[in-house]
């Protein structure tokens, strides 16, 4: 199955860096946050994180109580940084493909991934391997782009506006179409994988896990009213969290 490393290529990844450092995002207005509310106790817990990134989420468990992190990420560039910024004795980070966690030899109490499954063909075959290198009850925390923001492939306008060019809805294009959508993100032919929202449950129900909590983030209307352009996710989330069990 085919994987892209598109976070090596050095205009996307000095944009994305550029996006993450600003104070004023929508990972910062209400990503993180919805991250945190539903992160487990970490207190004394091996955790590995898959597309751990620069590395920063990976400090913040050890913050957190974490006895161990293992962060894989398939972009070296992003490594770099995190090894860079964020190194640790309790923190080790891999040059890895998620599909290919089934080659690790260990146990976790939990696994997350902030904002990578989406990059991934073989969710299945990642979200199987989850379970196996969970230990019993440990639980598997993740957040991708959300299914109504997956199924565009960047043709037309992604909104529909009214005559003074307000946004009135996003258009979205073959929801029950799961494929691989190649979209415009800070450079061209960006891979995502659009799969539908009961695809992204139901492969974790009926590979053993039971969902605990499912988020779809929204900013407060305080915020919107001091940031108008986050007003778009009133009409479409962005994110999808999904906090799940091994039972
Ligand atoms: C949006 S960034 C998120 C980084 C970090 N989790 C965070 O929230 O700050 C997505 C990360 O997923 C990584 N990624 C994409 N496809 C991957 C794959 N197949 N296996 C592992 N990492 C992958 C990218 O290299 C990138 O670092």
Redesign the pocket.
């Known amino acids: 199955m085919s994987?892209?490393?598109?976070?090596?290529n050095e205009a996307f990844f000095e944009e994305?860096m550029k996006l993450?450092s600003r104070e004023v995002n929508a990972?910062n207005l209400f990503?993180?946050p919805t991250?945190y509310s539903l992160m487990p106790d970490l207190e004394g817990k091996k955790v590995l994180?898959?597309?751990?990134?620069?590395?920063?989420?990976c400090m913040e468990y050890i913050q957190h109580g974490a006895s161990k992190v293992v962060g894989?990420?398939?972009?070296e560039?992003?490594?770099e940084a995190a090894k860079k910024n964020y190194s640790d004795p309790k923190i080790t980070y891999m040059n890895?493909?998620?599909?290919?966690i089934g080659n690790i030899d260990e146990t976790f109490d939990v696994v997350?991934?902030?904002?990578?499954l989406h990059?991934?063909e073989d969710y299945e075959g990642v979200v199987k391997n989850v379970y196996r290198l969970l230990s019993d009850g440990g639980i598997f925390l993740f957040?991708q782009e959300h299914p109504v923001n997956t199924c565009y492939s960047g043709k037309g306008d992604r909104w529909t506006r009214d005559e003074n060019g307000r946004k009135i809805h996003a258009n979205l294009e073959n929801y029950c179409v799961e494929n691989r959508y190649d979209s415009k993100w800070f450079v061209e032919g960006v891979q995502r994988y659009h799969r539908m929202f009961s695809t992204v449950i139901n492969t974790l129900t009926e590979a053993g896990f039971r969902i605990v909590k499912i988020a779809e983030p929204y900013p407060t209307k305080e915020l919107v009213d001091k940031y108008p352009e986050y007003y778009d996710n009133f009409h479409k989330p962005d994110f999808l969290f999904v906090k799940s069990q091994k039972t």
């Open positions: 994987k892209q490393n598109i976070y090596d994305y993450r990972n990503e993180l991250l994180d898959l597309g751990c990134g620069s590395g920063e989420r894989i990420d398939i972009s560039k992003m490594l890895m493909p998620m599909e290919d997350i991934s902030s904002l990578a990059y991934v957040s």
